[in-house]
T-cell receptor
Framework: DSGVTQTPKHLITATGQRVTLRCSPR?????VYWYQQSLDQGLQFLIQ???????AKGNILERFSAQQFPDLHSELNLSSLELGDSALYFC???????????FGPGTRLTVL | AQSVSQHNHHVILSEAASLELGCNYS??????LFWYVQYPGQHLQLLLK????DPLVKGIKGFEAEFIKSKFSFNLRKPSVQWSDTAEYFC???????????WGAGTKLIIKP
């Protein structure tokens, strides 16, 4: 158990819909990272937040957005969902000044 | 462009065989290097990391990796694999002050009992 929690564990929805994935980092960690893992694309970095501010952006689609709240939990919003968005979405967190990331168990999103 | 290459996408070995998984990166500056493992149905876990010092680093479960700066490589090794090592292994590199980890595509390792 890494100390990073993600909800929900599984999500099944239809194309065109919008979902929100939630992540709570380890206690004391200020950075939160979001990743997408799919069979065809592998592990893709989406976005990083540090203490509420966006710090780095990866291959995140415009239909996707994220935010980090004052209590440091983060949400990833996915809208206008397409079949190709079906994937495992991981959240990770790290301590300020440390680069090691601790991963959550992931949310498996299935878009039908 | 900065990139990380893992040469083998799938590796199949028998128990007790020796393992070496390749990882190369393209960047001439300072790097921090990681190997993560993802067991079936589980999240990624850190196997080992290199920041500085001895280029041969030891991680959990008998794994080790050697940083060879001249070859831009950080290969993962284990002298004798077990069935429980069946997993996907990811190499990741942090390049200079870039906050973004650059990930390799992963290597799926299957150990035959």
């Amino acid at each position: 158990d890494s100390g990073v929690t993600q909800t929900p564990k599984h999500l099944i929805t239809a194309t065109g819909q919008r979902v929100t994935l939630r992540c709570s980092p380890r206690s004391g960690d200020l950075s939160v990272y979001w990743y997408q893992q799919s069979l065809d694309q592998g592990l893709q970095f989406l976005i990083q937040y540090y203490n509420g501010e966006e710090r780095a952006k990866g291959n995140i689609l415009e239909r996707f957005s994220a935010q980090q709240f004052p209590d440091l939990h983060s949400e990833l919003n996915l809208s206008s969902l397409e079949l190709g968005d079906s994937a495992l979405y991981f959240c990770a967190s790290s301590v300020e000044g440390e680069v090691e990331q601790f991963f959550g168990p992931g949310t498996r999103l299935t878009v039908l | 462009a900065q990139s990380v290459s893992q040469h083998n996408h799938h590796v199949i070995l028998s128990e007790a065989a020796s393992l070496e998984l390749g990882c190369n990166y393209s960047y001439g500056g300072t790097v921090n290097l990681f190997w993560y493992v993802q067991y079936p149905g589980q999240h990624l876990q850190l196997l080992l990391k290199y920041f500085s010092g001895d280029p041969l680093v030891k991680g959990i479960k008998g794994f080790e990796a050697e940083f060879i700066k001249s070859k831009f490589s950080f290969n993962l090794r284990k002298p004798s694999v077990q069935w429980s090592d069946t997993a996907e292994y990811f190499c990741a590199v942090l390049m200079d002050s870039n906050y973004q980890l650059i990930w390799g595509a992963g290597t799926k390792l299957i150990i035959k009992p």
